[in-house]
Nanobody
Framework: HVQLVESGGGSVQAGGSLRLSCAASGNTISGNCMAWFRQSPGKEREGVAAIVSGATSTYYSNPVKGRFTISRDDAKNTLYLQLNSLKTEDTAMYYC????????????????WGQGTQVTVS
């Protein structure tokens, strides 16, 4: 059992940057695939970025590729998402989630989710 708490969201102008964090407690994220998802009002939750155990591979959705960077610090039990060159269409609630290993973006694959942090780009 693991608790995930996101932070770092906020309001930023287009072209700006933010760094999101996801702090885990109750259990380690080490050995697990971790991912970021986002959801805008009226839209389905979509995968944004994922990083496998040991950070040997990362995956990005096409809309964020080249602008967002996912990373992890297992010693701090924390997942990060660096958001650069933000666009208005990046406005969404951002969630972190845990899977055992990379299975893709299917929501049902992820067994633990945080409550989200809001990113608003104007």
């Amino acid at each position: 059992h693991v608790q995930l708490v996101e932070s770092g969201g906020g309001s930023v102008q287009a072209g700006g940057s933010l760094r999101l964090s996801c702090a885990a407690s109750g259990n380690t994220i080490s050995g697990n695939c971790m991912a970021w998802f986002r959801q805008s009002p009226g839209k389905e939750r979509e995968g944004v970025a994922a990083i496998v155990s040991g950070a040997t591979s990362t995956y990005y959705s096409n809309p964020v590729k080249g602008r967002f960077t996912i990373s992890r610090d297992d010693a701090k039990n924390t997942l990060y998402l660096q958001l650069n060159s933000l666009k208005t269409e990046d406005t969404a609630m951002y969630y972190c989630a845990k899977d055992g290993q990379w299975h893709g973006w299917g929501l049902y694959e992820y067994d633990y989710w945080g409550q989200g942090t809001q990113v608003t780009v104007s």
